[in-house]
């Protein structure tokens, strides 16, 4: 068994191969706004972003990320893809999808969502990023709770960590006060950075 210890100074993972020590904390932002490496998008299985934070990502990437998006074709629910970032300052952005709307708008079953963090955070393992930003994936569209995102946020990092695939840091993005308080109780409140503007930690 992996388990997740919550504390001051973000999460220790303990897992067979001993501990290792991963740096979680709840950065008060955007996304777009975060000091990693890559960050994840909560999109849809076709990589078509036309609301929320996959809006948002794209109107700042600009023309290439749509053209490599669109290329991709499909990405399941469960899983994770990674594009370019384009003119974004990230290394890559890393797609999990939340919604399926060939399946008629099938949303992602919070199992889905806690797959796809531990997808993603293999491809950020395979891409060389030590540095991974995330939203709180499910809480949008799909509809999860605040805490309960969180929650399958942290199962996706336990997962990762089994794997071998946890990054350095992780960033998880609270965009709103109830993401804010909802995030910190689930990784603590001493996990809290700071947000944009201020000291952040090494890209």
Request: proline share 7%.
């Amino acid at each position: 068994m992996v388990a997740v210890c919550l504390g001051p100074g973000g999460a220790v993972l303990r897992g067979r191969k001993g501990t290792t020590r991963m740096d979680v904390r709840v950065f008060a932002g955007s996304v777009l706004d975060a000091p990693a490496q890559a960050i994840v998008n909560a999109a849809n299985t076709e990589l078509r972003h036309g609301g929320g934070v996959a809006a948002a990502i794209a109107a700042a990437a600009g023309p290439e990320f749509a053209r490599a998006s669109a290329a991709v074709g499909f990405c399941p629910l469960g899983s994770a893809v990674a594009t370019s970032a384009g003119r974004l300052p990230f290394r890559s952005v890393l797609h999990v999808p939340t919604i399926d709307y060939r399946a008629g708008g099938r949303r992602a079953t919070p199992e889905q969502v806690r797959d796809g963090v531990a997808a993603a955070f293999r491809l950020a393992r395979e891409l060389r990023c030590a540095s991974v930003a995330l939203p709180l994936l499910g809480a949008g569209v799909v509809g999860l709770a605040p805490d309960e995102a969180c929650r399958r946020i942290a199962e996706g990092l336990t997962r990762a960590e089994a794997a071998g695939d946890a990054p350095r840091t992780v960033l998880v993005c609270a965009f709103t006060e109830p993401e804010r308080r909802a995030a910190e109780a689930v990784f603590g409140a001493a996990a809290r950075t700071a947000g944009p503007g201020e000291e952040p930690p090494v890209r």
